[in-house]
Nanobody, 119 residues
Framework: QVQLVESGGGLVQPGGSLRLSCAAS????????MAWYRQAPGKQRELVAA???????NYADSVQGRFTISRDNTKNTLYLQMNSLKPEDTAVYYC?????????????WGQGTQVTVSS
């Protein structure tokens, strides 16, 4: 199984920035698509941003232009740079693959990292 460990969350004021990281174990990271998801209290988990193995990206409309997803395949690490943060970005953020079969092969989700945007 692949282990996913998210980090970098915290409390930030509206308009601030954070950079999330996701460290993945295993040897397949470089050849699979990856994504960031988030889950706010009382809401379903949603896909925030995704990146292919080749580096192509796409974003949810709500974060387009503010968030940037990237990956370093040499370090098996996924990143999410979040700028111009809004209170509605408050959620637990998780990394995983947007490919269902890959997610199933990973087993469980990581513990996530809490992002709180508040003044």
């Amino acid at each position: 199984q692949v282990q996913l460990v998210e980090s970098g969350g915290g409390l930030v004021q509206p308009g601030g920035s954070l950079r999330l990281s996701c460290a993945a174990s295993g040897s397949i990271f470089s050849i699979i698509p990856m994504a960031w998801y988030r889950q706010a209290p009382g809401k379903q988990r949603e896909l925030v941003a995704a990146i292919s193995s080749a580096g192509s990206t796409n974003y949810a409309d709500s974060v387009q232009g503010r968030f940037t997803i990237s990956r370093d395949n040499t370090k098996n690490t996924l990143y999410l740079q979040m700028n111009s943060l809004k209170p509605e970005d408050t959620a637990v953020y998780y990394c995983n693959s947007p490919d269902r079969r890959v997610r199933e092969s990973f087993g469980s989700w990581g513990q996530g990292t809490q992002v709180t945007v508040s003044s």
